[in-house]
């Protein structure tokens, strides 16, 4: 158990619809990163947070949002579903912003989200 | 742009055999590297990670990886492999801004499935 909880576990929804995945990280942890994983695109890095500021953004889409809170879980919105956007969502949380030098991401269990 | 190659997406060796996963980075300054390991419906779970203190880096369930800057690798290796050794692992380099520091959000590797067979 890495710490990190992510809600809902499973997802199921139509195209068009909008969703929120949830992220809780690690006890004293401030950075949280989400990733999408996919069998065409693999893991590819979203969009980060740390102490309530986004810090970096990867591949998100305009139609994807995320927003983190002053307890610091997070929450990732995926609006305008399309049926591409079935995929495992993690969420990852570090207490720094370093990269890995210091810090290491522990990541949760993931979010499976699929588009029908 | 930092990148990371992994050759082979799915390698096979049978219980007691070694274990090696390759793993090449592209980075014009030095990375950070790491291997993390994924069990079926599961998350990530670290392995280990180079931060420049030493070549050859330890992780846990007994496997190793060496940096090697001439050849900008980064292997994975266990000297024998056990049936709970078979997942799908994932070499990762942390991401670089322009003037050298890092970003934080790491690159990853399409991944290597393991199967160990008995």
């Known amino acids: 158990d890495s710490g990190v909880t992510q809600t809902p576990k499973h997802l199921i929804t139509a195209t068009g619809q909008r969703v929120t995945l949830r992220c809780s990280p690690r006890?004293?942890?401030?950075?949280v990163y989400w990733y999408q994983q996919s069998l065409d695109q693999g893991l590819q890095f979203l969009i980060q947070?740390?102490?309530?500021?986004?810090?970096a953004k990867g591949n998100i889409l305009e139609r994807f949002s995320a927003q983190q809170f002053p307890d610091l879980h997070s929450e990732l919105n995926l609006s305008s579903l399309e049926l591409g956007d079935s995929a495992l969502y993690f969420c990852a949380s570090s207490v720094g912003t370093s990269g890995g030098y210091t810090d290491t991401q522990y990541f949760g269990p993931g979010t499976r989200l699929t588009v029908l | 742009a930092q990148s990371v190659t992994q050759l082979g997406s799915h390698v096979s060796v049978s219980e007691g055999a070694l274990v090696l996963l390759r793993c090449n980075y592209s980075s014009s300054v030095p990375p950070y590297l790491f291997w993390y390991v994924q069990y079926p419906n599961q998350g990530l779970q670290l392995l280990l990670k180079y931060t420049s203190a030493a070549t050859l880096v330890k992780g846990i369930n007994g496997f190793e990886a060496e940096f090697k800057k001439s050849e900008t690798s980064f292997h994975l290796t266990k000297p024998s492999a056990h049936m709970s050794d078979a997942a799908e692992y994932f070499c990762?380099?942390?991401?670089?801004?322009?003037?050298?520091?890092?970003?934080?959000?790491?690159?990853f590797g399409k991944g290597t499935k393991l199967s160990v067979k008995p």
């Open positions: 947070y740390y102490n309530g500021e986004e810090r």
């Open positions: 006890s004293g942890d401030l950075s």
């Open positions: 990762a380099v942390s991401a670089l801004l322009n003037y050298g520091g890092s970003q934080g959000n790491l690159i």
